[in-house]
């Protein structure tokens, strides 16, 4: 499977032009969607009709993009008062003010002889009237999309300061059918909803997919021959193979940042602990033991520590230990049990599901322990996942009752800005990719 075709990107002649200064508006990333920044983006100009409807579909993606992250407001297009004719000539800026644009996002579409499309953009400081950074991108028409989130990066970088996350993808485990007869499948799609792609049949259940930080290349639990098995997908080859048999259960696989190492549970001899595997040479190593249950490593992004959770105190708790096994250092002491730890690529927050009075909660903490915030609550809110700038976290729901949808999420460190993700049929357990290459 091919699921993204080779990109041409070209560094356009737009930036001999563009201004050396730094941006006049800028988005203070940690204050969420309080007050988001007015941005413009009119549909991309095009000469022909065919060009003319991917110029208005990589718009209409800049723009949900921008307005899905909370972090920016785009104006409605029938306000406009300019009606953008050459991306090459400065906007009226008084025409953007008028209208509170502090940003402005103008580009052109043009159908190129051997079938391929060039996207060209630019993006302005309205402000200070000047241009910010310009890039053209060559690729066939019917990937368009994926130069509309390479855009939506480029915006959010230049505005924000920081890096954007908009051309990743999800995997998750689809699910449908009665609760007694649930089939989940592997699935893959867009960051945003769009392009999804079932990996797996309905023939087997699947569970917790985990993205390789530095590869194409997926984890997961099957269980096609009826006992659990830890599978390596990769992405690019659509070809998978077994990692291994394991004569007990398996939980929760997760990659090391280098992609050389995979961390999981296992039980044996009637005890749960943390083991770590080498994919180049396939040789386990025990990283904990004693009589207590550990589940659901997840590296620190330098791949120095690991934190867990165990009950070795009394109840589920989080822990951290070096990456090479030991004594862990517990870190949660708030009411309530805590699972599914998962650490920040940025490295400040690890991210958890906390359960507490029969009500399941998505919260972050510092690596210290310090700092804990609960950023969503309901009935079941479970499985963070980071997108790869560290900003924004996925998530699933389940509803009440015993046909409550289940349902995937994003919400950002603030908990201010949460925003249901579109699957075609319910959705768990979300893994987010890094930015594709």
């Given amino acids: ?63 949900a ?14 306000a406009y008062i300019e009606r953008i004719a050459d991306m090459n000539v400065p906007p009226r800026f008084a025409d953007w003010r008028v209208l509170n644009a502090q ?3 103008v580009g052109q579409v043009s159908s190129l002889p051997d079938g391929r499309v060039r996207i060209e953009f630019r993006l302005w400081d309205v402000l200070a009237e000047q241009s910010l950074t310009g890039f053209q991108y060559a ?11 390479r855009i939506s990066d480029q915006v959010y970088e230049h505005l924000t300061g920081e890096r954007g996350y908009f051309d990743t993808r999800i995997v998750f485990v689809s699910e449908s059918g009665p609760r007694t007869r649930r089939i989940k499948r592997l699935m893959i799609m867009d960051q945003d909803g769009a392009n999804p792609f079932y990996l797996t049949s309905a023939d087997s259940m699947v569970l917790t997919p985990r993205f390789s930080p530095s590869t194409q290349m997926i984890t997961y639990m099957s269980f096609e021959t009826g006992a659990p098995r830890v599978f390596l997908y990769n992405l690019e080859t659509n070809r998978r193979e077994v990692l291994g048999d ?8 997760r990659f090391s940042p280098d992609g050389n190492r995979v961390v999981m549970s296992m ?63 517990r870190i949660s002491f708030g009411d309530g049990r805590y699972a599914t730890p998962v650490w920040s690529p940025r490295g400040d927050y690890i991210a958890f599901t906390k359960i507490k009075g029969g009500r ?78």
Wanted: hydrophobic letters at 40%.
């Fill in 246 to 253: 394991f004569p007990g259960m398996t939980f929760a696989p």
């Fill in 65 to 78: 993009n921008l307005d899905r992250s909370g972090l920016f407001r785009p104006i409605d297009p029938a």
């Fill in 360 to 437: 399941f909660s998505i919260g972050v903490m510092k690596p210290d322990g310090s700092g804990e915030r609960i950023l969503t609550e309901s009935f079941l809110d479970e499985g963070p996942t980071w997108a790869p700038n560290g900003y924004v976290i996925a998530f699933f729901r389940q509803s009440p009752g015993a046909s409550g949808a289940v349902k995937l999420y994003t919400v950002d460190i603030t908990g201010r800005n949460e925003r249901l993700v579109t699957t075609p049929l319910d959705g768990s357990d979300p893994a987010w990719s890094p930015l594709n290459p």
């Fill in 139 to 149: 690729t066939t028409p019917d990937n368009w999309r994926r130069i509309a989130h």
């Fill in 267 to 329: 039980a044996r001899d009637g005890n749960t602990d943390i083991y770590a595997i080498d994919l180049r040479t396939r040789k386990f190593n025990r990283l904990t033991s004693g009589p207590s249950i550990e589940t659901s490593p997840s590296f620190s992004p330098d791949g120095s520590q690991i934190v867990y959770n165990s009950d070795q105190g009394g109840s589920q708790q989080l822990y951290i230990m070096s990456a090479g096994g030991g004594g862990g250092k």
């Fill in 1 to 63: 499977m091919r699921l993204i075709q080779a990109l041409f990107v070209v560094l356009a002649a737009l930036c001999a032009v563009i201004a050396p200064a730094a941006a006049q508006v800028r988005v203070d990333i940690e204050q969420g969607h309080l007050n988001p920044m007015p941005v413009a983006a009119p549909d991309f100009i095009a000469a022909d009709p065919a060009a003319a409807q991917v110029g208005r579909d990589v718009a209409g993606v800049i723009r």
């Fill in 103 to 105: 940003a402005l996002v």
